[in-house]
């Protein structure tokens, strides 16, 4: 929208929340595997579906997206990474956790802090993916609670008006 809209008199800041800037290594895993061996892609299109939103959270495409869409100046960017152990992560994000773990250290089930990290990044969540979005999945999550102050506490740090907020 910023680099390629001309939006730029309409925004002053954006801030990214477990954003995989830098693509996923499970990205790659799935369209490898899945994709191409197991031509599981095949089968997803057959019912209709698109799968190449996987595709383009690949190490591969997450790069050449970054070389053609530059930060515009005057822009302030923020990002805000999620990571926590296995054992905080629902079961069905446990494979992309594991994998992620071992390729690009601390995630959240889904992005790496190495990934969601970009230009001023304020901070990490104790969170998985999912709970970065208020959805609980798994026990930790629901004993986290609501993670709306989270949020508050971002607006008051990218916004200079918001600090009674």
């Known amino acids: 929208m910023l680099s390629h809209l001309d939006m730029r008199q309409h925004i002053d800041a954006l801030v990214t929340i477990s954003t995989p800037h830098r693509g996923s290594p499970y990205a790659d895993w799935c369209s490898h595997n899945l994709g ?13 579906l698109d799968a190449d939103g996987i595709m383009d959270l690949t190490l ?10 530059p930060d515009i100046p005057g822009v302030r960017y923020f990002s805000v990474s999620a990571a926590c152990p296995w054992r905080e992560v ?4 446990l494979p992309a956790w ?18 969601a990290s970009w230009a001023t990044h304020l901070t990490t969540w104790r969170a998985d993916h999912w ?3 208020n959805q609980r999945y798994s026990l930790a999550a629901f004993r986290a609670g609501d993670i709306s102050p989270e949020y508050l506490s971002l607006i ?10």
Do not use: H, M, W
């Open 36 to 48: 191409r061996r197991l031509r599981g892609f095949e089968i997803v299109r057959r019912f209709g």
């Open 60 to 69: 591969d495409r997450c790069s050449q997206f970054n070389e053609k869409t």
């Open 90 to 93: 629902p079961a069905f994000g």
């Open 98 to 115: 594991y994998l992620i773990n071992r390729l690009e250290g601390p995630n959240d089930g889904q992005v790496s802090v190495k990934s």
């Open 131 to 133: 709970r970065s979005i």
């Open 156 to 165: 008051r740090a990218v916004v200079p008006d918001a600090k009674s907020a």
